[in-house]
């Protein structure tokens, strides 16, 4: 999958961002609707939508650091102390303009996304080090709303947090931490949401045992047969014409329990789709990366 053009758009976005020196969401919303850059989801691949979005998360948050040295270091300065050098001073707005497009880029391409429900952010603990980096830069230089927006960023859940660093590594090693992610916090959930409750010996009762459905089975079978026979040694001596068209309509109790009982095993496998757990309690990976999110904690 060739993701190239949706890079680069994002890329011109950013671009435009920082020639007109803007530092606030309200300038990205602004180019944003300028460019009519939700539009970048019309053209979407019809499958791997989880891959199509993470893949736009990571280019966003591959800008929110500059990666040469001489440039960080003259980006950490705040803006009072660039004013020695004009170079200087546009180099560092420069490059502390690009990194806040890329986390206004993030927030919005979540915010925009046509996904139900949405696809979290994969962050890795070295790229959330890198976003309090961004956080500190920008109080620094007088920018309040950056620490706003992360605040609902985090408040919102928008993050899944992850070990495995989304930009060194492949494809594979990232659908496998996030596999495992989801898998994990799945768990926790089934463990939470079943103890000290009857929910799982009901998931695992067998209905038709407990209601004896088979000795029931037997039961109703015998009943029939003796019915059957009682009515053919009583018709040579009288008419039992209409008591037999009723015999023949009569719902019996065992088709009763029998009806019961698949009425619950489809109420169980209902159960088990909605949860993405199986049988035999282990979780089922969700498509749609449904997992359970961790705050992030200072």
């Known amino acids: 999958m060739d993701l190239t053009p949706f890079k680069l758009d994002i890329d011109e976005l950013l671009d435009e961002f920082c020639e007109e020196k803007c530092t606030t969401l309200a300038d990205m919303k602004r180019v944003w609707l300028a460019k009519k850059f939700s539009y970048i989801y019309e053209a979407k691949p019809t499958s791997n939508s989880a891959f199509f979005m993470q893949s736009l998360y990571a280019h966003s948050i591959g800008k929110l650091w500059v990666k040469d040295e001489h440039q960080h270091f003259n980006m950490l300065r705040t803006v009072r102390e660039c004013v020695i050098s004009d170079a200087s001073y546009m180099a560092s707005f420069g490059a502390l303009s690009q990194r806040l497009g890329g986390l206004y880029c993030l927030y919005c391409l979540y915010e925009t996304q046509p996904c139900k429900p949405c696809f979290k952010i994969y962050l890795s603990l070295g790229e959330l080090k ?26 919102k859940t928008m993050f899944l947090f992850g070990f495995v660093d989304i930009l060194g590594c492949s494809v594979t090693q990232r659908v496998e931490e996030i596999a495992k992610l989801q898998n994990k916090r799945a768990r926790i959930a089934f463990d939470r949401l079943f103890a000290n409750s009857q929910i799982e010996s009901y998931l695992n009762m067998d209905l038709g045992a407990e209601l004896e459905l088979k000795t029931l089975k037997k039961m109703s079978t015998e009943y029939a047969r003796a019915k059957e026979l009682a009515m053919k040694e009583a018709s040579p001596a009288a008419e039992v014409e209409d008591v037999l068209h009723i015999n023949e309509n009569e719902k019996t109790a065992c088709d009763t329990v029998e009806s019961i009982v698949e009425q619950w095993e489809a109420q169980k496998d209902d159960f088990y789709k909605q949860t993405g757990i199986n049988r035999h309690n282990e979780i089922v990976p969700a498509d749609a990366f449904n997992e359970i999110e961790q705050l992030l904690e200072e």
């Open 130 to 155: 890198r976003l309090k980096e961004l956080v500190i830069d920008a109080k620094e230089n007088g920018i309040g709303v950056v620490p706003a927006v992360v605040k609902r960023m985090l408040e």
